[in-house]
C-alpha cells in the first residue's frame, strides 16, 4: 500500500466496458465505488489508504438504475443504500427497510453501495443474510478473451450470494452490476442487530422471513451472522418447518430450538449470541402465531 500523502492515479468512465478497459490496463487497479469501507479499514482514520490506481464508477449511470418488474426488483450496483431506503416501505420486500435503518448513519448511508457492500471480502455486510433469504441473484460483467479475436470481450454471468462469498465469487477484474430481487409471497418479515454486551465490535444480525396462510407456517427461511465469519443457515430446518400449525406445538418449538443450537455450534465459545439466537427464534415464532 503506496504512502498516505500519495495521490493515486483516478479514472471516471462513464461506461461499464470503458471501466473494465481501463481495470484491465492499469497494474493493480481497483473498482471505486462508495469508499466507506476503504475508509474504516484504513490503518489511520484521518487519511485513507488508496491503491495506486482507482476506478470510479460514480459516473456510470447504468450502474445506479433501479427498475421493478412482474420479476421483481433490479437495483444497479451503484445504487447508494439511502436511496435503496428512499424506494419506500410498499415497494421493497419485507425485512429490508428495517435491515437498511440498522445501517449506521444517514451520511454513510448516502456514500455507501449497494454493490460495494456484498463485495466486501474481509466482512460480511449487515445485509448479506436477508439477501440471501431473499434468493437475491448478482450479475457481474468481465472481459474475457474468446478464440478467434484478438481482443477480449465483455462477458457476463449470474451467480446466488451465498457462490459470491465462496471460491466461485467475484474474482479479479470483475464488475458487479445488477442485483436482482425476486417477488416472494412472504407475510412476514424481520431484521434485526443486537449489539453484544461488554463487546462494542461484537454484533449479532437476525433475519427471518415467513409466510402464514390460516394459521398455517406455510414457508420459513431464517439466517444468523456476526458480521465477520459468514452466515449461518440449515436449509433441512426451514423444510422441516413448512407446513407446521400455529402455535408450534412444545414438541415442535423444542426441536426447532435443538436445530437452532446445533446451527450455532461454531459460535462455542460465545454463549451470549447462542442464547439471543434462542430467544429470537422462540420469540418470532410466537410473535407470528397470534
Given at each position: 500500500?503506496?504512502?498516505?500523502?500519495?495521490?493515486?492515479?483516478?479514472?471516471?468512465?462513464?461506461?461499464?466496458?470503458?471501466?473494465?478497459d481501463i481495470h484491465a490496463?492499469?497494474?493493480?487497479?481497483?473498482?471505486?465505488?462508495?469508499?466507506?469501507?476503504?475508509?474504516?479499514?484504513?490503518?489511520?482514520?484521518?487519511?485513507i489508504d488508496l491503491p495506486r490506481v482507482v476506478v470510479s464508477l460514480g459516473r456510470v449511470e447504468e450502474l445506479a438504475r433501479a427498475s421493478r418488474s412482474e420479476e421483481g426488483l433490479e437495483l444497479g450496483s451503484m445504487m447508494s443504500l439511502d436511496r435503496l431506503d428512499s424506494i419506500g416501505r410498499n415497494a421493497l420486500p419485507l425485512g429490508l427497510p428495517e435491515a437498511l435503518?440498522?445501517?449506521?448513519?444517514?451520511?454513510?448511508?448516502?456514500?455507501?453501495?449497494?454493490?460495494?457492500?456484498?463485495?466486501?471480502?474481509?466482512?460480511?455486510?449487515?445485509?448479506?443474510?436477508?439477501?440471501?433469504?431473499?434468493?437475491?441473484?448478482?450479475e457481474t460483467r468481465y472481459l474475457k478473451l474468446r478464440r478467434g479475436?484478438?481482443?477480449?470481450?465483455?462477458?457476463?454471468?449470474?451467480?446466488?450470494?451465498?457462490?459470491?462469498?465462496?471460491?466461485?465469487?467475484?474474482?479479479?477484474?470483475?464488475l458487479i452490476v445488477r442485483l436482482s430481487i425476486p417477488h416472494g409471497d412472504w407475510t412476514h418479515g424481520f431484521a434485526l442487530?443486537?449489539?453484544?454486551?461488554?463487546?462494542?465490535?461484537?454484533?449479532?444480525?437476525?433475519y427471518a422471513l415467513a409466510r402464514v396462510d390460516k394459521n398455517v407456517l406455510n414457508q420459513w427461511r431464517m439466517a444468523l451472522s456476526d458480521g465477520q465469519s459468514g452466515i449461518l443457515r440449515d436449509r433441512d430446518l426451514e423444510v422441516a418447518m413448512a407446513g407446521k400449525p400455529l402455535p408450534l406445538s412444545k414438541r415442535d418449538m423444542d426441536a426447532l430450538e435443538g436445530s437452532v443450537e446445533h446451527l450455532t455450534r461454531v459460535w462455542e465459545n460465545r454463549p451470549c449470541e447462542r442464547e439471543i439466537a434462542q430467544r429470537l427464534t422462540r420469540g418470532i415464532l410466537t410473535d407470528i402465531s397470534t
Amino acid at each position: 500500500m503506496p504512502s498516505k500523502h500519495t495521490a493515486p492515479r483516478t479514472y471516471f468512465p462513464r461506461t461499464i466496458a470503458e471501466a473494465l478497459d481501463i481495470h484491465a490496463s492499469q497494474q493493480g487497479a481497483v473498482f471505486w465505488a462508495g469508499g466507506t469501507h476503504l475508509a474504516q479499514s484504513s490503518h489511520n482514520r484521518r487519511y485513507i489508504d488508496l491503491p495506486r490506481v482507482v476506478v470510479s464508477l460514480g459516473r456510470v449511470e447504468e450502474l445506479a438504475r433501479a427498475s421493478r418488474s412482474e420479476e421483481g426488483l433490479e437495483l444497479g450496483s451503484m445504487m447508494s443504500l439511502d436511496r435503496l431506503d428512499s424506494i419506500g416501505r410498499n415497494a421493497l420486500p419485507l425485512g429490508l427497510p428495517e435491515a437498511l435503518a440498522h445501517l449506521g448513519s444517514r451520511p454513510l448511508r448516502c456514500r455507501a453501495t449497494i454493490g460495494g457492500h456484498i463485495a466486501m471480502r474481509d466482512r460480511m455486510g449487515d445485509l448479506t443474510g436477508l439477501l440471501q433469504l431473499l434468493d437475491t441473484q448478482i450479475e457481474t460483467r468481465y472481459l474475457k478473451l474468446r478464440r478467434g479475436r484478438r481482443k477480449p470481450a465483455i462477458s457476463s454471468r449470474k451467480l446466488s450470494l451465498s457462490q459470491l462469498n465462496g471460491p466461485e465469487g467475484l474474482q479479479d477484474g470483475e464488475l458487479i452490476v445488477r442485483l436482482s430481487i425476486p417477488h416472494g409471497d412472504w407475510t412476514h418479515g424481520f431484521a434485526l442487530k443486537i449489539p453484544v454486551t461488554g463487546n462494542g465490535r461484537r454484533q449479532l444480525n437476525f433475519y427471518a422471513l415467513a409466510r402464514v396462510d390460516k394459521n398455517v407456517l406455510n414457508q420459513w427461511r431464517m439466517a444468523l451472522s456476526d458480521g465477520q465469519s459468514g452466515i449461518l443457515r440449515d436449509r433441512d430446518l426451514e423444510v422441516a418447518m413448512a407446513g407446521k400449525p400455529l402455535p408450534l406445538s412444545k414438541r415442535d418449538m423444542d426441536a426447532l430450538e435443538g436445530s437452532v443450537e446445533h446451527l450455532t455450534r461454531v459460535w462455542e465459545n460465545r454463549p451470549c449470541e447462542r442464547e439471543i439466537a434462542q430467544r429470537l427464534t422462540r420469540g418470532i415464532l410466537t410473535d407470528i402465531s397470534t
